[in-house]
């Protein structure tokens, strides 16, 4: 069953969604100067909303020390974060207002329909 179908357009009327480009990691080079340059696949644009987190999300990802400005972001389709074991980490999203945040984690997945995550402001790209 399609949760998404249902309960999408009522929360559209509240919080519509946006296009939100995902530049997934595929490690670094190494530049002439021997510092690591991150690289990233050819980026894909999907549809999701940036919401604040609630207090349940930052108990979740308290242990994961971040600082900074962190949101939550629901995705239509599957994500992963930083998966150590498989050298993954390190994935870009880019909001609709040009704004980048770097993914900490994925919080929550269903099936092969959507999934959320925490990501942090990026000041510096």
Same mark, same amino acid.
């Given at each position: 069953?399609?949760?998404a179908a249902f309960?999408?357009?009522?929360?559209?009327?509240?919080?519509p969604?946006?296009p939100?480009?995902?530049?997934?990691?595929?490690g670094?080079?190494? $530049?002439?100067?021997?510092?690591?340059v991150?690289?990233?696949a050819?980026?894909?644009?999907?549809?999701?909303?940036?919401?604040?987190?609630? #207090?349940?999300?930052?108990q979740?990802?308290?242990? %994961?020390?971040l600082?900074?400005?962190?949101?939550?972001?629901y %995705? #239509?389709?599957?994500? $992963?974060?930083?998966?150590?074991?498989?050298?993954?980490?390190?994935?870009? %999203?880019? $909001?609709d207002?040009?704004?980048?945040?770097?993914?900490?984690?994925v919080?929550?997945?269903?099936?092969?329909?959507w999934?959320?995550?925490?990501?942090?402001?990026?000041?510096?790209?």
């Amino acid at each position: 069953m399609n949760l998404a179908a249902f309960a999408g357009p009522v929360i559209n009327a509240v919080n519509p969604t946006h296009p939100i480009v995902w530049k997934a990691s595929t490690g670094y080079t190494v $530049d002439e100067d021997g510092k690591q340059v991150p690289s990233y696949a050819t980026p894909v644009t999907l549809t999701g909303q940036i919401q604040p987190m609630q #207090f349940r999300d930052l108990q979740q990802i308290d242990s %994961l020390n971040l600082q900074g400005t962190r949101r939550k972001v629901y %995705l #239509f389709g599957i994500k $992963d974060a930083i998966v150590r074991s498989l050298s993954k980490g390190g994935d870009l %999203l880019i $909001d609709d207002q040009g704004v980048t945040w770097l993914v900490a984690m994925v919080i929550e997945q269903w099936s092969n329909e959507w999934c959320s995550v925490a990501v942090t402001l990026q000041t510096d790209t």
